[in-house]
Structures are given as structure tokens and as C-alpha cells.
């Protein structure tokens, strides 16, 4: 086998002749190592391509923020807070101004005022959110002259010598002595007037307008005059006649929206027996419109009616043979109204927030007529009917002849009375008093004796229509800054809550009518006062019970992130790794070049 030797030194150094040398690195050149060092500058574009991706996805953070933020109007917490502020720490306060007139009496008018004010003092209850600034002037007419006390009130000058006499009190005519009195004193907003007169029958009389009169015989005391006059100046102007804590604020018959519905129906328990109708539509011009105008500033009252059938009641009823006649007693009362069989429906425009009211006329059948309500002393009720608070009140009426089935006919429509109407109406206007808080009687029985409290056309007088316009006033401002608080509160405890324009518009104007209600009850313009209370309290009702609040009121940021985040975030961090990695990498690949240009520039 053929091999193939190697050729000795001496033959290849002959390829380069015997002169020729191997190549040498230069004295100049430094040392290389490719590991540590290049000679070349790292370029910019893997860097450049990295970062545009980095900074494109950045540049699109804001526009997916945009995308998903949610739109919320301003509202003004600062002017939230200073209503709720004012409320809280400083009383609302009401100006009144008190005005006594004694007739025929010879006593110093700076004495009775101080005497006057004394038992004013202390028949005050203090109330933490709302009370009452009065002021009081005493005059005393002596026919010839006047004498006046000293006060720094503008209405102390306003009633004119001679203007009340003796003479005017002799006739027992208490209607004409009221509309005497409304021409003298001229019955303003803020300004009550107590006239006491010496006269022959005594007597003691609160009337329909802003003022009332006491005549008392010539022996009389003058110091149970003035205890009779703080009385009937506190316990009946200012607190309405009636007892405290009767009826509390938020329980009162007016709903959030300031509406009242006043459903009245009159039931056919047994209409196989007989069928009633009414003429509702008389009544209601009568009786029930000048009611719902003189409540105007309270609440926004309608009224509805319907004609029900087959609607018996819940409760028993038996024979007392004493008295020829159905009885049922007030223990029955929870049972009677029969809400399986009542269907007492109202129309859509009375659902929402307004306040329902019931008011039935229950015509009873030939099986139970007459049916009475016994009261629990054992005596028959004279209006025949009860009230329930909160919801309404009942009338059972008993057709004339009842017990003679023989003179209704089944199929005969028959119509209730006009006269047995207007009575039942009468009571339900008593009944509504009531649910106000009122006393349905026309007696005030007070510490020092009895008042006859004259009645008004309209359902309810001035003086009374006074008492709740103070009060609704309080309660409402009260519970517009409560409701415009917790909506504060609320939304800034919940970044990612919707607050629509409407929203917004609906707290500015809540606002502007509670500053424009406090205004008005510091000046003692009680009806303004009591419909912009009205008007702040509902639109803060509307604003915090909005249905866009409702429905997204618990989707907060991290809901948020928990949606996106599966889209964007995989992508996002290899991006972000990316450009850290590609950095880290030229500032490596800057560090070998500038240690090889280190080097070189040693070398050189």
C-alpha cells in the first residue's frame, strides 16, 4: 500500500525562498480579544425597532383609559357639606312676633310683658333642629289711649287705638267677632294676636285666621289672663294644639316627592242585596278643592275615586238586641279592612314615591244593616268610622231604611244623599286632620281651661297651615342635607360610579331651592319657605334614587382591571422584557467598543 511520506523542513522552507520570513502583528496594534472587545460601534436600529414598540404600546394606554372611563358630572361637594354644616351646627330658626291686647284692663304693659314672657319661657320645649325666634309686644287700650311696652319689634305700632271695644264681644257671635278681628289686625304671615277683653259672658275662642280672644269678668285676675295668653300662644300657634310626640315629623301623611294621593271608594259589600252610587264629582268641587288649594304650599294632593263590588269585610259582627242593630267594637278594627277582597288600585300616576291615602265609604249588606262601631267605653261612635294611621280611614254607612229588604229592589242603582255625603266628607276631612297630627274635635283643653277652636271652610285655618309649613320646612331641609349627604359620600367613596348631567342638575337645584327655603323661613314667608323645602328635598330624592347610580354602583376599578388585563397584559410585559433585554444589550456591546477604543488610544 502506497504511503505518502512527509516532505523534510528543508524542502518547504523553499517555497519561500531562504530569504523570506512569516508574518508579524505590528509593533502599534494592540492586543484583540473579540470576548471583551469590538471594533465597531454598536448600532442603533435593533434598539430604535424595540423601543417604537415599547412606546406605540404606551402611547395607546391613554386611549384605552379614555375608552373605558366613566363620565361624571361635577357635583358641589363643598356646597354639600356647608349645607349640611349650617343645618347641623345652627338651629333653624323662625320669626314670630306675639301681639297682646288688653281691653279695659289698668295695668302696665312693660310688667305684663315681662309676666307674658315669663310663662312663655317656660311652656318652650327646646328642639335641637328647628325653633322658633319670637318677639312680643303688649298694648294696653284704655279707649281714650293706648298704652304700649317697650319693644325693639316693627309690629308693636301696628294696631290702632279704639279699634277693639267691649261692645264687640257682647253678642255671642263668634264668627262675626273672628272676621272683626281679621279686619283689625290684618292677620301677616309671622304675627299672632291675643286680644283679652273684660265682658260679661267669659268665654275663650281660638279663630280660623292668626289670632284669638279670651273675655273675662271684671274680677278676674289679670295674672291668669296672661298665664291663659302664653298658653294659648304656644301650645295652640305654635304647636298646633297638640300633644308632643303625637304624631313624630317622618311619619306625617306626605311622601318623598311632596305628593299626596287621596283614593276614596265607596264599596258595595252585597251588591246582589243593593247598589250605591255618589255623585263625587259635587263633592269634590265643595269640599275637597278649597282643601287640597289651602294645602298647596304642603304637598301636591290629587284626587281619585272608583266604585268597588262584592267587597265584604274581614271582621265579625252580632246582634245587639238593645240597641236593634249589627255592632262591631274596636278591637275588630285591625280586621276589618279586607285586603284580599278590597282592591282599593290607584292609577300609574300615583305609584313612584307620592303618599296613598284610602279613604272607603263601606255600604254594609242586608245581612248586617245597621252595623255601628262600639266604642270601648261602651257607647256608640257618632261619625260611625276609624282612621288607620298610614294608610287611610273608614266610614260605614247604613241606607236609610236598611232593615226593610222589601223597599230596595236588586237591580235598582240607588245614589247616596247629597246631605248623607257632604257629612261623610265632613268626617273625612276630620279623619285626614287627624293623620296631620290635628285634632279632629273643634276643643282645645289646655292646663288653664278649654278653647273653642272655630272651624275653617277650607278643612284647615291659617294658624294651622302655619304649624305645618314650619314643621314640613324643618323635616324637609333635615332630610334634603341627609339624602344630599349620603349621595356625596356615596359617590366619592366610588371612583367608577356614573354621574350623569341629569344627576348634576337635579343636586344644583335641590341645592338652589334649600338655600332659597332657609332664606324664606328667616324672613317668615312660611308657605315659600315650605314649597322650596319641598322642591330640594324631592330633587335630592330624584338625584339619589337615579337608576343609573343604582344599576352600576358597585363596579369599581378592580373590576376593571380584571376585565382588561387577560387582553393586554401577556402582550404588554413581553414588550416591556423585550426593551430591557435589548437595552441591557447595547449598553454591553457600548461597553466592548469603548474598551477597544480605550486600548487602542494606550497602544497609540
Not at 84 to 111: E, K, Y
Not at 146 to 171: A, E, I, K, M
Not at 318 to 332: A, I
Not at 383 to 409: A, Y
Amino acid at each position: 500500500m502506497a504511503e505518502i511520506s512527509e516532505a523534510p523542513d528543508s524542502d518547504s522552507s523553499k517555497l519561500f525562498g531562504s530569504d523570506s520570513k512569516a508574518p508579524q502583528r505590528p509593533d502599534s496594534e494592540p492586543e484583540f480579544d473579540p470576548k471583551l472587545m469590538r471594533k465597531t460601534k454598536p448600532g442603533l436600529k435593533r434598539l430604535f425597532l424595540t423601543f417604537s414598540v415599547l412606546f406605540s404600546f404606551l402611547l395607546g394606554f391613554p386611549f384605552l383609559w379614555k375608552s373605558v372611563e366613566i363620565y361624571r358630572s361635577p357635583l358641589p361637594f363643598r356646597e354639600i357639606d356647608s349645607l349640611s354644616t349650617q343645618l347641623r351646627s345652627d338651629t333653624l330658626l323662625f320669626p314670630l312676633h306675639f301681639h297682646a291686647l288688653f281691653v279695659g284692663f289698668d295695668s302696665d304693659p312693660d310688667r305684663l310683658r315681662w309676666s307674658i314672657l315669663s310663662e312663655i319661657t317656660k311652656l318652650t320645649s327646646q328642639n335641637p333642629k328647628c325653633s322658633d325666634n319670637y318677639t312680643l309686644s303688649v298694648t294696653v287700650d284704655l279707649g281714650s289711649r293706648c298704652l304700649r311696652g317697650r319693644t325693639s319689634s316693627p309690629h308693636s305700632s301696628s294696631y290702632q287705638c279704639g279699634s277693639v271695644t267691649g261692645g264687640d264681644f257682647v253678642q255671642n257671635d263668634d264668627v262675626a267677632v273672628d272676621e272683626r278681628l281679621a279686619s283689625v289686625f290684618g292677620g301677616k304671615n309671622n304675627e299672632y294676636s291675643m286680644a283679652v277683653v273684660k265682658g260679661v259672658s267669659e268665654r275663650a275662642v281660638v279663630g280660623k285666621y292668626r289670632h284669638a280672644w279670651m273675655v273675662v269678668g271684671d274680677g278676674s285676675d289679670v295674672e291668669m289672663a296672661v298665664v291663659k295668653v302664653a298658653e294659648v300662644l304656644i301650645k295652640v300657634f305654635i304647636n298646633g294644639g297638640r300633644e308632643e310626640g303625637l304624631i313624630r315629623n317622618e311619619f306625617m301623611p306626605v311622601g318623598a316627592d311632596g305628593k299626596i294621593v287621596l283614593s276614596f271608594n265607596l264599596l258595595n259589600a252585597d251588591p246582589h242585596d243593593w247598589v250605591y252610587d255618589w255623585d263625587f264629582e259635587k263633592i269634590d268641587d265643595t269640599l275637597l278643592t278649597p282643601m287640597i288649594e289651602a294645602l298647596g304650599p304642603v304637598a301636591n294632593i290629587s284626587v281619585e275615586s272608583q266604585v268597588l263590588y262584592h267587597t265584604p269585610k274581614a271582621s265579625f259582627s252580632y246582634w245587639n238586641q238593645k240597641l236593634e242593630s249589627y255592632v262591631f267594637s274596636t278591637k275588630d278594627l285591625p280586621f276589618f279592612v279586607n285586603s284580599n277582597e278590597w282592591h282599593l288600585d290607584t292609577s300609574i300616576a300615583a305609584g313612584g314615591r307620592s303618599k296613598i291615602l284610602q279613604f272607603a265609604v263601606y255600604v254594609p249588606s242586608a245581612k248586617e244593616c245597621p252595623l255601628l262601631l262600639q266604642l270601648p267605653n261602651g257607647e256608640i261612635s257618632k261619625t260611625n268610622g276609624f282612621i288607620s294611621p298610614m294608610w287611610g280611614g273608614v266610614i260605614v254607612w247604613n241606607p236609610q231604611g236598611c232593615l226593610r229588604d222589601s223597599e230596595f229592589k236588586p237591580s235598582a242603582k240607588n245614589i247616596i244623599p247629597i246631605q248623607d255625603l257632604e257629612n261623610m266628607f265632613e268626617v273625612f276631612i276630620g279623619q285626614f286632620r287627624q293623620l296631620f297630627g290635628f285634632k279632629s274635635l273643634n276643643v282645645y283643653t289646655g292646663a288653664s281651661g278649654d278653647w273653642n277652636l272655630l272651624p275653617s271652610e277650607r278643612g284647615f285655618t291659617e294658624w294651622e297651615l302655619d304649624v305645618l309649613s314650619r314643621q314640613h320646612t324643618c323635616f324637609n331641609l333635615h332630610s334634603c342635607a341627609t339624602t344630599l349627604g349620603s349621595l356625596s359620600r356615596l359617590v366619592q367613596s366610588l371612583p367608577r360610579m356614573i354621574i350623569k348631567d341629569e344627576i348634576g342638575k337635579q343636586v344644583k337645584l335641590s341645592l338652589e331651592a334649600a338655600k332659597l327655603a332657609l332664606s324664606n323661613a328667616s324672613s317668615g314667608v312660611y308657605e315659600s319657605s315650605a314649597a322650596s323645602s319641598s322642591q330640594a328635598r324631592s330633587l335630592a330624592e330624584d338625584a339619589f334614587f337615579h337608576p343609573s347610580i343604582m344599576s352600576v354602583s358597585y363596579y369599581s376599578f378592580e373590576h376593571c382591571f380584571a376585565v382588561y388585563s387577560p387582553f393586554f397584559l401577556p402582550v404588554s410585559m413581553h414588550v416591556v422584557l423585550a426593551a430591557l433585554r435589548e437595552l441591557r444589550r447595547y449598553k454591553q456591546e457600548k461597553a466592548k467598543y469603548l474598551a477597544w477604543k480605550a486600548k487602542a488610544n494606550t497602544a497609540t
